[in-house]
């Protein structure tokens, strides 16, 4: 089995999403991950833990994350030392980083380009299906259709299910002011951000064939000095630190999204469900 951590150092020469775009343009989370930062999802390291904890990765497991982006998650979970491990994403980048997780000669440990809404991987193969920070990105359809092929993907009998995504509160916000939110996530992050409401987010999972078994909210720090250190260690918290106050562009990007995140922290936060398949759906 591959072994890996969370807070293993990528290659130097595994390229990072975002090589060749301005600073001022290119998505926020691409931003971050070439200053450095590992951990791009909402919740942080802790509900990341929380999720995987709660569906009980372990050796008996099929995975498969959707989404998996430069790692951070995978680490986490191979240490867990499941069966086998799937990861998925759509670009390059982000799977030549989750291939360096591969052993040399280990077959269970693998990483896919492929969109999540449509993997190609077997039906019914997988026990444990996760994806985070994805959801949120994707209009509702697309929600629906990536929730369906994780549906497809799981052993009916003893699948689990976890998402960790954005969300807004309270359940009754004023559809007013969620959409202003929802306006300026996008124009801070340059990527269409469309978080849903707790109650919303486990009605998504019901339509798509889910019952949601747990759930846990916490705060959206993703820029925090606190959560920086405890998602990074301060050695990275650090260099991340400096290499945008190295590169002005860079810097008042990160800023502005810590302003906007600011603005509506009353109203967002993160949140980690997980379901499993509802019998009568299977």
Not at 77 to 103: C, E, G, N, Q
Not at 178 to 193: C, K, P
Not at 195 to 201: E, H, Q
Request: net charge neutral; charged share 20%.
């Amino acid at each position: 089995m591959a072994t890996a951590h969370h807070d293993q150092p990528l290659p130097q020469d595994v390229p990072v999403p975002g090589e060749g775009l301005d600073a001022s343009r290119m998505p926020g989370h691409w931003l971050l991950a070439r200053l450095g930062k590992r951990v791009l999802r909402p919740g942080g390291v802790e509900l990341t833990r929380w999720m995987l904890d709660t569906l009980a990765v372990g050796q008996g497991d099929r995975v498969v994350e959707l989404a998996a982006g430069l790692g951070a998650t995978a680490g986490l979970t191979l240490d867990r030392a499941p069966a086998s491990y799937t990861a998925l994403d759509r670009d390059p980048a982000a799977v030549a980083a989750l291939s360096t997780f591969t052993a040399p000669g280990a077959s269970d440990v693998r990483a896919v380009q492929a969109d999540a809404a449509k993997t190609g991987l077997r039906t019914g193969d997988a026990t444990v299906v996760y994806g985070e920070a994805m959801l949120t990105m994707q209009p509702e359809p697309a929600k629906r259709r990536i929730i369906r092929e994780a549906h497809r993907l799981l052993d009916g009998s003893v699948g689990r299910y976890g998402i960790h995504e954005l969300c807004l509160l309270p359940d009754d916000l004023d559809p007013a002011l969620a959409e202003r939110i929802t306006a300026d996530l996008a124009e801070a992050i340059h990527v269409g951000a469309r978080p849903l409401t707790p109650a919303a987010w486990s009605a998504l999972l019901a339509d798509g064939g889910f019952t949601v078994t747990s759930h846990r909210t916490a705060p959206m720090a993703l820029l925090e000095p606190r959560r920086l250190v405890a998602d990074e260690g301060l050695g990275r918290a650090l260099g991340i630190a400096g290499r945008a106050l190295r590169a002005p562009a860079a810097r008042r990007r990160v800023l502005h999204m810590r302003h906007v995140f600011h603005r509506h922290q009353a109203h967002l936060g993160a949140i980690s469900l997980i379901a499993v398949p509802t019998p009568s759906a299977l």
